[in-house]
């Protein structure tokens, strides 16, 4: 073998033969296989991240949208955001504001989703439990207002704790809570306005002189609140001849002059001066009967109001009234003062009505009810309920008319259908259970009162028609009590208790009820509340003053259990 032969030997050891084909293809695979994965693993979430940005866009959008005043096109943009990202923030929380703003009933259950995320404020939680309270939803209200009050609470919150205590019945604590309210946040005008507007609706006459005062106060401002005062002193009972001139000479100052201001000084003037009444009328209709519809509209329901049916008729036509709804029913009122039902009908009978059947049903029925056409009547009230079946506010309408028509039977049926619709539910048991208190029938108002406990358990009512029923007395008197000790402020509570006690037959802790720092005003207490009271006073010997309560109950108005009650007061007379 030769050196150059022998000296390349060792290099040919060395080198690494070339991988085959196949373990190349097998590399190659291989690093497919793993970018595969990679896309497949990360695709996903950069899909969601991309969906998610997006609908975040489109809620942006819809913000702007509404701030200019672009409802639907906000909606779409809400709406867009939403089927992207069904449980995004921005989407839930824009979508909730819109809904609420614009009284649509989605609103609760877009605030529901917004309450469970994490990005949850405390305004959103205050604009929720304000919806809340006034929609009548208090049990779903007390949840979200006790995680507020836990922190520090605002003025907002406590204005919120405030209305909804307003709401349950318990006005010593919404006081306590409006003047927290002030106490924190004393040039808060909203919440001076809020603990004026609750002090003046007390029977105590120290709490009514302070309204009075803190609306002063408000009315000598420049702020948004100086015109609402001096229209709530306007309107308050107790006002001195020289108040009257006071509010005459702020109400002029207002500028610009509306309506509700001048009518609010013309029944001021018919105060100080009634021999001039008709002088006012005829200067406040020369003032106002040419302005807007809405102008009118407030013009003759007011002359309504002051018996003034002539007047209102002599304000305009009928082909006028045709051409707005609102109008032609304050014609119609007119009409009814003055008992002149075939006119009525004559006008319901038009082709030309814009009216929806279920109203027109419900005028008809009425009008046959007042000529006595009873079996006509009835027809009509029917066909009312019909025509409203499957829309809550028609139902709505036609139960509160049959109910001021005192027209009990339809006004149950359309309370009852109205009590299948679950955000109007409260109200249509509380309806039954009026209609029900009208016919005597007690175990229909206590199903009733039971629904209503349901929905909100910590009503007295189904208690007190159980104690009233003597039925599962020590249960009742267990709840009645623990409700009386916790709302001591409620009278509904204490007369239940008070009744629980009766039933358990210990009559000097049921008169204890009735005891309290402020004195009860019974002139505006309830006939049923008052017959309670009667027979507690009965059963402690108090006869004297039984015989004194009894002579101011309507006992028509008391069911037959009630009535009951008062049994012994025979011998006492």
């Known amino acids: 073998m030769s050196e150059k032969a022998s000296s390349a030997s060792p290099l040919r050891q060395e080198r690494r033969p070339p991988p085959s084909s196949r373990t190349r293809r097998a590399i190659v695979w291989s690093l497919i296989l793993v970018a595969v994965l990679i896309v497949a693993f990360g695709a996903k979430p950069v899909y969601h991240w991309l969906k998610a940005r997006r609908a975040e866009q489109f809620a942006a959008a819809g913000d702007a949208l509404a701030q200019a005043g672009k409802w639907d096109d906000a909606a779409q943009k809400y709406r867009a955001a939403l089927q992207l990202d069904p449980l995004g923030y921005r989407g839930l929380e824009g979508g909730a504001r819109l809904a609420t703003l614009l009284g649509h009933p989605e609103a609760v259950d877009l605030w529901e989703q917004v309450y469970k995320l994490p990005q949850c404020t405390t305004a959103d939680r205050q604009e929720y439990g304000e919806l809340l309270v006034k ?132 029944d001021l003037r018919i105060q100080l001066h009634p021999e001039d009444a008709d002088r006012i009328y005829d200067e406040t209709i020369a003032r106002w009967s040419r302005g807007e519809i809405a102008d009118s509209i407030q013009l003759a329901r007011w002359l309504n109001v002051h018996q003034q049916p002539e007047r209102v008729l002599a304000l305009f036509s009928v082909e006028r009234a045709l051409k707005n ?30 009216f929806d059947p279920s109203v027109v049903e419900s005028f008809r029925a009425r009008t046959a009810q007042e000529r006595n056409a009873t079996l006509d009547a009835e027809l009509h009230w029917s066909h009312a309920v019909a025509l409203a079946a499957g829309d809550p506010f028609k139902l709505r309408f036609v139960a509160n008319f049959a109910e001021h028509s005192h027209a009990t039977a339809a006004a149950l049926k359309a309370f009852e259908q109205l009590a299948r619709f679950p955000e109007h539910a409260a109200f249509a048991y509380r309806g039954i259970q009026r209609q029900s208190q009208q016919t005597g029938e007690v175990s229909a108002q206590l199903a009733a009162a039971e629904k209503i406990s349901a929905l909100a358990p910590e009503d007295p009512d189904a ?111």
Not at 504 to 522: E, N, T
């Open 325 to 354: 709804n609102k109008l032609f029913l304050t014609r119609l009122d007119a009409l009814g003062i003055l008992q002149r039902w075939n006119e009525i009908d004559e006008l319901l009978t038009r082709s030309d009505l814009s």
């Open 135 to 266: 929609l009548d939803r208090l049990n779903v209200a007390q949840r979200i207002i006790e995680r507020l009050l836990k922190g520090d609470p605002d003025t907002r919150t406590l204005d919120l704790a405030s209305r909804y205590s307003q709401k349950t019945g318990d006005s010593a604590k919404a006081i306590e809570f409006a003047r927290l309210a002030v106490k924190r946040a004393p040039k808060d005008d909203a919440a001076r306005f809020q603990l004026a507007d609750l002090l003046a609706q007390m029977t105590d006459l120290a709490q009514r002189a302070e309204a009075r005062k803190l609306l002063w106060e408000l009315a000598g401002t420049d702020g948004i609140y100086k015109r609402p005062a001096i229209e709530a002193l306007a309107r308050a009972p107790e006002l001195s001849g020289d108040e009257r001139n006071r509010v005459l000479e702020a109400l002029d100052t207002l500028s610009p002059p509306n309506i509700t201001d001048a009518l609010l000084a013309s």
């Open 463 to 573: 208690a007190y028609l159980n104690l009233l029923l003597e039925t599962d007395v020590e249960a009742n008197l267990a709840m009645a009590k623990k409700l009386a000790e916790k709302y001591p402020n409620r009278l509904s509570f204490r007369v239940t208790a008070a009744l629980g006690y009766l039933r358990h037959h210990a009559a000097s802790s049921a008169l204890a009820q009735f005891k309290a720092p402020a004195p009860i005003d019974w002139k505006r207490a309830q006939p049923a509340w008052r017959a309670v009271y009667a027979a507690v006073l009965l059963a402690n010997d108090r006869n004297d003053e039984a015989r004194e309560m009894i002579a101011t109950i309507p006992l028509d108005r008391l069911s037959p259990e009630e009535r009951a009650l008062l049994e012994p007061s025979q011998e006492a007379r």
